[in-house]
Structure formats: C-alpha cells, structure tokens
C-alpha cells in the first residue's frame, strides 16, 4: 500500500507555510528534510508510533500511518483513520493529548512530537473533536478540512481505498474473507470522474464516508540526532505562532 503519491520536487524545500517562515522554521525544514532523505523514493507506507492514556490509566500505543503535512499551517500532520477503527477511536476520545515519536532511521534522527488530536470527518459523521481552524485562513473550518479529506481521498491509491470497506481493524475474531473482498477502488468523486452506478459506486461512498483524517495539531518538538558524537538534542514549544529553542543534553 501506498497512501500517498510522495512528490521529490518541493520535499526537500519548505513549503509555502506562514508558520514555517517564522521562529517555527528551524524544527519544520527538520522533519521535512529527514522526511525526504528517508520516505520521500519509498512506495511503502508510512508509519509512526503514538501513545496516551487510556480510560482505565493503561498506555495506549498504535502504529499511524501517514499521510501528508498540512502545506497551510505547519504545526499539523495528517494521518489515515477509519471512522469505524473502534479502538483508536476510543483512545482518543479517552484522551486527545498524545505523544508520537517518528524515527527516521536512514539519517539516524527521532522526533518526538507533543499535541493534540482532530478528526476531520465526513459530514454525516460526528465526531468528538473535529478540526480546529487554520492559521491566516478565512474558510471556515469545517469547509476547509473537509476539501482538505477529499484532496487526501483523492491522493489515496486504490488497494488503500479498498481498505476503508473492511471490518474494524483489530477487531477480532477476524471476519469472513468475503468482508476482505473489495481490494481496489478507484476514485469516484463527482469531481473527478464520472460516477458510477451499481455495487462498485456503493462500495466507494461507503469508504469515502468511513475515511477521516487524524489531524495531530504539534504544541512541542523534541529533535534527536545520533548521526555524530557527541549526539544533539534540542527542543522546541509552540504556542500559536511562536517558537522558542533551545538545546538540551543529548
């Protein structure tokens, strides 16, 4: 599977972001590097690991796969989910303050992202926590991340499409083959190509509806690099559009 359609040509560049021009820069033009040297020629997903806490006080821990980083406003990532991922969804809903660490393991880095969860849904969903607004953007936010869910659907490939019509992930005992049987979808957006009719147009507005995008909004970056001796370390805290630095012991 390969969620997104990765692009060389701007990935080593900061995007054209008005946070990442900012004191924000330094840990953003970071993660967007390492990103690149590591992901960017890559046809496998993405992943990075997240833990909070759950209900009960237990660690909660998933594996996230990546989507995209929101050219409009750099303190967001987006992540695939289902509307229908009952665990994850409850883990968040018990606690939207997560941690991720994203290792990048080709240039010998970690980061370590401190923030919060949003749900960007489709319509005829509700969901607990649904997207905030956009830095230096006038749409309103529920508009906005809606176009931004759909130009992410339409980013998808077709086996991942295919994978928002299967049962809940983890959910168990594993259902019958049959409930595995759709494994490619093309996209049939009313703007993108003609719709069709029968199963198969069924089948995509089902997925296209269970399709969300995790939104992780960052409040802190933790930058880890092990590719010299001694290592560097150093850290950042966000609030609204300032960044303060600083180094710390490795």
Known sequence: MNGIKRQSSSSDTVVNNPLASSGMSAWYEALKK???RNYVYSEEPVFVHMSNIKRSGDVSMHSLHFQDFLEDDCRFLE????????????DIKSDPNARLCWSMPKTKEH???????YIASAPIQVTRFPAPKVVNNDIVAADYWEAERLKQWQKLDAP????FTWPPRRETP????????????EDMTSNSTARKPGS?????DIA???FCLLIFKISA???????????????YTIQGGDCTASEANP
């Open 208 to 210: 296209m509806d269970n």
């Open 200 to 204: 198969v147009q069924v089948a995509h």
């Open 111 to 117: 980061f370590y992202l401190h923030g919060k969860f």
């Open 34 to 36: 390492s990103y690149t």
């Open 174 to 185: 594993k259902a019958a083959k049959i409930a595995f049987s759709c494994t490619s979808l």
């Open 160 to 163: 991942t499409r295919a994978m």
């Open 221 to 235: 970056v933790e930058h880890f690099q092990y590719n010299n001796f001694p290592p560097q370390r150093n850290m």
């Open 79 to 90: 992540f695939l989910l289902a509307m229908n991922d009952n665990l994850l969804m409850g």
